[in-house]
T-cell receptor
Framework: DSGVTQTPKHLITATGQRVTLRCSPR?????VYWYQQSLDQGLQFLIQ???????AKGNILERFSAQQFPDLHSELNLSSLELGDSALYFC?????????????FGQGTRLTVV | AQSVTQLDSQVPVFEEAPVELRCNYS??????LFWYVQYPNQGLQLLLK??????LVESINGFEAEFNKSQTSFHLRKPSVHISDTAEYFC????????????FGAGTRLTVKP
């Protein structure tokens, strides 16, 4: 158990809909990362937050947004969903944004868009 | 931003054979380097990391990786693999000069056959 909790584990929704994925980082970790893993794109970095502030942005679509709350949990919002958004979405956390510390990954949320 | 290339998407090997999983990154500026492993239906776990010092780093389960700055590579090796090493392996690079932005390669699926 990495200590990172992601909910829900599975999500099935229709095209055009909006969903929210939730991540609780390990206790004490200030940095949260979101990744998308799909068969054709591999593991893609989406966005990073550190202590409530956006720190780095990767290949995140404009239809997607994220935030980190004062209690350090994070949510990833995916809207106007398309079939191609079907993927495994991982959250990871680390103690700081230093990049030299280990990132701990959650089990992921499997999103299926039908 | 850094890019990470894992040259082999799939590597099938027989049990007890040696294996090398290749990883190259785009820039030789200061970086931290990581290998993560993902077992089926699980999140990613840190396997080993290079931060500084000796260019050869080892994991507790027999894997090792060597940082080669001139070739911008961080290949992962194991002299004798086990069935239990079957997993997906991800190379990751954290760019110290860019807010420690961490990027992952697309992954290499290692399949160990009896």
């Amino acid at each position: 158990d990495s200590g990172v909790t992601q909910t829900p584990k599975h999500l099935i929704t229709a095209t055009g809909q909006r969903v929210t994925l939730r991540c609780s980082p390990r206790s004490g970790d200030l940095s949260v990362y979101w990744y998308q893993q799909s068969l054709d794109q591999g593991l893609q970095f989406l966005i990073q937050y550190y202590n409530g502030e956006e720190r780095a942005k990767g290949n995140i679509l404009e239809r997607f947004s994220a935030q980190q709350f004062p209690d350090l949990h994070s949510e990833l919002n995916l809207s106007s969903l398309e079939l191609g958004d079907s993927a495994l979405y991982f959250c990871a956390s680390s103690v700081d944004a230093g990049g030299n510390t280990e990132a701990f990954f959650g089990q992921g949320t499997r999103l299926t868009v039908v | 931003a850094q890019s990470v290339t894992q040259l082999d998407s799939q590597v099938p090997v027989f049990e007890e054979a040696p294996v090398e999983l290749r990883c190259n990154y785009s820039s030789s500026v200061s970086v931290y380097l990581f290998w993560y492993v993902q077992y089926p239906n699980q999140g990613l776990q840190l396997l080993l990391k290079y931060l500084s010092g000796s260019t050869l780093v080892e994991s507790i389960n027999g894997f090792e990786a060597e940082f080669n700055k001139s070739q911008t590579s961080f290949h992962l090796r194991k002299p004798s693999v086990h069935i239990s090493d079957t997993a997906e392996y991800f190379c990751a690079v954290s760019d110290i000069s860019n807010n420690n932005d961490m990027r992952f390669g697309a992954g290499t699926r290692l399949t160990v056959k009896p």
